[in-house]
């Protein structure tokens, strides 16, 4: 972690108290509690991962330039959490799948704000049903790293260059489904071959590559990320990877050092919130 009087002055310079970057930081935290507590009651393993257990771990809390929060949960129990979070989600809060929004094509889940919008990077949300402050929920799976990285290749330079940022017609919703359908047919197939020649890496779902650890992870690295392994977020236990430190430094290398300014790169670029977040979940 670094030092007390270095996060006071990072936080007074990207993200002080009353800023609408701490707004948006304070939303997400809402979010977090209230997924987290879910989980913990339905018996659903997850873990902080990433940009967000980096300034958990470096921080205390958020990484200053920090807007968005990611979480893992087991493939495994993808359907007993979407079941979930469909049925006791607050009113204010909503899960956004491609079976909540058939224009959301992400291989990983958000939990929305039903009280903001945004606007992210790249016209990324440009079709979305919701646009609210999310968390993103990514399922992890073991699986060859190849599989992995290839199927991304094609999947990801069709989603980010010609589904995503492209204004829905008729004729386009039509392609994008076909695409979507070929490409979880392709998915499932690889997993096939996964179950004929089991990996022993976890790592993030298929479609996803981006966000992986370069080698994937180890079962020492992540299990078990519950009930003992915990790490403290903004004043409040969540659950993390049982090796922290090996789990960082397969995603960041020497995670303690501070990017430069010129490689911190935001997620959004404009956002807009109304109405008071709540205090207590």
């Known amino acids: 972690m670094i030092s007390k009087e270095r996060q006071i002055q990072l936080r007074e310079e990207y993200n002080p108290e009353g800023s609408l970057l701490r707004q948006h930081q304070h939303r997400m935290l809402y979010i977090l509690e209230v997924v987290s507590k879910l989980c913990d009651q339905a018996g659903i393993q997850y873990w902080l991962t990433h940009g967000t257990l980096l300034g958990a771990v470096r921080h205390g809390g958020f990484i200053p330039w920090d807007d968005d929060i990611d979480i893992c949960i087991f493939r495994k129990d993808i359907k007993k959490f979407r079941r979930l979070m469909v049925k006791e989600l607050p009113e204010n809060l909503i899960l956004q799948c491609h079976k909540t929004d ?125 009930v003992n392994k915990s790490v403290v977020f903004e004043g409040r236990c969540y659950s993390c990877p049982n090796d922290v430190d090996s789990y960082l430094r397969k995603c960041y290398g020497d995670y303690n050092k501070l990017p430069r300014t010129d490689e911190i790169e935001p997620h959004i670029e404009g956002i807009r919130i109304w109405g008071d977040t709540p205090v207590n979940v």
Not at 116 to 135: A, F, V
């Open 102 to 226: 058939n224009n959301y094509y992400h291989p990983y889940l958000k939990i929305r704000d039903l009280n903001s919008e945004m606007q992210e990077t790249g016209d990324e949300d440009l079709n979305y049903k919701n646009k609210g402050i999310y968390i993103d929920v990514f399922p992890v799976e073991k699986s060859h790293l190849t599989f992995v990285k290839y199927s991304y290749i094609i999947w990801g330079r069709i989603l980010y260059k010609h589904i995503l940022p492209k204004r829905v017609t008729t004729f386009r919703l039509v392609l994008n489904k076909l695409c979507y359908t070929f490409f979880t047919i392709i998915f499932s197939i690889c997993r096939l071959l996964d179950c004929i020649i089991p990996s022993k890496k976890w790592n993030l779902p298929y479609g996803c590559y981006i966000a992986t650890a370069p080698g994937g992870f180890e079962d020492n690295d992540v299990i078990p990320p519950h």
